[in-house]
């Protein structure tokens, strides 16, 4: 694609770089057919190649972010479809978190969204702050019908309804340590424990450690490590997200340091995909730059991690058969396709793929919340699609799309890991 910046705006390294992805797009339009919002919405302004067109033009006139823009930026998944399917090799995901960057610094938002904006930026990303809050939305639940009445206050309905019945007794695995391994020793990992998985399911974490623990794998919990910053990132709060960055980057260099470290495992595909772009992140910060690019390339999917693991045979094989959703930023962020699949396989599950296995479930971090009706649609369709193949569950690798499928499917929604670990000698998962 033709772009036309001047000299001036190209001096800007954002700018620059969005240049370079811009002048890949050929408008072959090939991302459109696996674009969600396209298929969803028909509208090609909801497709990448529209958003692409949209985006170029706003930063090639240095124009404030309008209505128009705002609402088709917001209406992406982040689901990087476009990214799996352009053959051009257009990095969306790049483009798009500049395109929000430059949103949030020139447009003022309508006072409903910009606060519910604020109160999902000020909550998720803290663990007691997001206790707090469900415990809170779980009195609030029966109010979620009138606020669904008012289209300003969907966000608050939608909030109110994903809301688990019950929020879980707090994990001791929130508390920094070194969880030793009852086998041999023969690695060293430390865990990302993260700020909402944590609180909606502590058994991800607990089963991931014990899991690791029994393969002879020492599982460190860092000092300073929290919420990796993807719900900011996503939101164009770039400065927020860069603090969460620096401070994880600090916790796992220290651990670095200390005992060296094999990886850094990550349990939630959507923070995967972010700490693997740390390094981009940071580029610009010669005091981050090089000890960012160290934390990507250690960062791994637990299954990931597993799969350069010469495991035994399992203890058990369960026998049972599996849906196995990959979450976007599995597949689309992180390309790990085989691995969560052949490792259920070797623990004994018959795995199935649901059809359109590469469309979004609708979950995308607070798309949920903030496009209630895009994401109610998206989550229906996938949940026909994974209840089509006649499994007894379904396995996925991101708390976001755990409790997207979870509210909608009568199977019980398993993290892969949970199911890993049983077959390997830990606990059954509950529900099952
Ligand atoms: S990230 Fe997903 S929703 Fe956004 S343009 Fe790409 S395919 Fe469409
Ligand atoms: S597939 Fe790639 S090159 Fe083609 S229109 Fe989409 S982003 Fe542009």
Not at 204 to 230: D, K, Y
Not at 257 to 284: E, H, P
Not at 348 to 353: D, H, L, N, S
Request: one cysteine or more.
């Amino acid at each position: 694609m033709q772009t036309n910046f001047t000299a001036d705006q190209l001096a800007d390294p954002h700018v620059a770089e969005s240049e370079k992805i811009l002048r890949k797009c050929v408008h072959c339009g090939f991302c459109t057919a696996t674009c969600p919002t396209y298929v969803t919405l028909g509208n090609e302004l909801d497709s990448p190649r529209g958003r692409i067109y949209l985006i170029k033009d706003m930063l090639e006139n240095g124009r404030p972010a309008d209505k128009e823009i705002v609402t088709h930026i917001d209406r992406c998944l982040s689901c990087l479809a476009c990214m799996t399917t352009c053959p051009s090799g257009v990095n969306y995901m790049h483009l798009v978190d500049h395109a929000r960057a430059h949103i949030e610094k020139t447009y003022r938002r309508p006072v409903a969204n910009r606060l519910t904006r604020s109160l999902l930026a000020a909550v998720l990303p803290h663990r007691g702050r997001f206790r707090a809050a469900l415990k809170l939305a779980k009195l609030g639940r029966p109010l979620a019908g009138a606020f669904d009445k008012v289209t300003a206050l969907k966000p608050i309905a939608a909030m109110l309804r994903l809301a688990p019945a019950s929020v879980p007794a707090t994990s001791s695995l929130e508390k920094p340590g070194t969880h030793a391994p009852s086998a041999a020793k023969r690695g060293r990992v430390a865990i990302l424990t993260g700020c909402a998985q944590p609180v909606l399911e502590p058994g991800i974490n607990e089963a991931t450690v014990s899991l690791l623990n029994r393969l002879g794998i020492e599982v460190v919990v860092p000092q300073g490590e929290g919420c990796c910053g993807a719900l900011v990132h996503h939101m164009g709060r770039e400065e927020a997200a860069l603090v969460s960055a620096r401070q994880n980057v600090d916790a796992w260099t220290r651990e670095i340091a200390k005992g060296g470290l094999d990886a850094i495992v990550i349990t939630a595909s959507g923070c995967g995909t972010t700490i693997k772009d740390y390094g981009f992140m940071l580029r610009l910060d010669p005091a981050y730059a090089e000890k960012a690019a160290r934390v990507s390339a250690l960062a791994k999917d637990i299954t990931e991690y597993l799969a350069t693991l010469d495991l035994p045979e399992p203890v058990r094989k369960p026998g049972l058969t599996v849906a196995y959703h990959s979450a976007c930023s599995m597949q689309h962020g992180q390309k790990i396709t085989r691995q969560p699949k052949d490792l259920l396989a070797r623990a004994g599950f018959v795995v199935k793929e649901p059809r359109e296995g590469h469309l979004c479930c609708g979950s995308a971090g607070t798309y949920n919340i903030m496009q209630p009706e895009i994401s109610a649609r998206l989550c229906d369709r996938k949940v026909r699609n994974i209840e089509a193949t006649g499994a007894s569950l379904v396995a996925t690798g991101n708390i976001g799309c755990i409790t997207q499928i979870a509210s909608a499917a009568k199977l019980p929604v398993v993290h892969t890991v949970k199911l890993l670990d049983w077959a390997y000698g830990g606990d059954k998962p509950a529900g099952l």
